[in-house]
């Protein structure tokens, strides 16, 4: 169980004054202006409808692709829709915004990561940045033995 102390409170008034920090960042507004510009657009909100829908009836039925010729045309369908979205301008300017973000979130948590141990590894999940292999299963091979 969690001990309240006057350290554990003095932590959780910095995890404020971060955060508060954080969301005051110009990555983190620019993230935001992107978002909104994208949610407020009613033409691309109903593009990224569509593009669900289609998705949802290929999902379904792309098991029955060898025996029904229409699913291959519902295929090529999403695929034009993601094409479309993909090419949007707003679209791209809250993709970059997003990486944008992520990397900063990537840097703020290894530096949280190293400040404890220099043996801690952190998956940004960014593109380029270097990953390392999962812990092999079995009996001393991993974290948590059973």
Known sequence: MLKMDDQLLAIDDALDDVIAAF??????KAYQVA???V???EELQKQI???QH???DYDRQQFFGKYRPEVAQLRKAVLRQKRQLDLNDKMIAMRRAEVDL????????????AAVSPDIF???GLPLAPRKAPHKKGRGKNIKEG
């Open 39 to 41: 949610s407020a657009d």
């Open 23 to 28: 969301l005051d960042l110009d990555t983190v």
């Open 122 to 124: 952190v998956d940004t």
């Open 35 to 37: 978002v909104k510009a």
């Open 54 to 56: 289609l998705k949802a």
């Open 102 to 113: 992520q990397t900063v979130l990537a840097e703020v948590s290894q530096k949280i990561a």
């Open 49 to 51: 409808d569509t593009f």
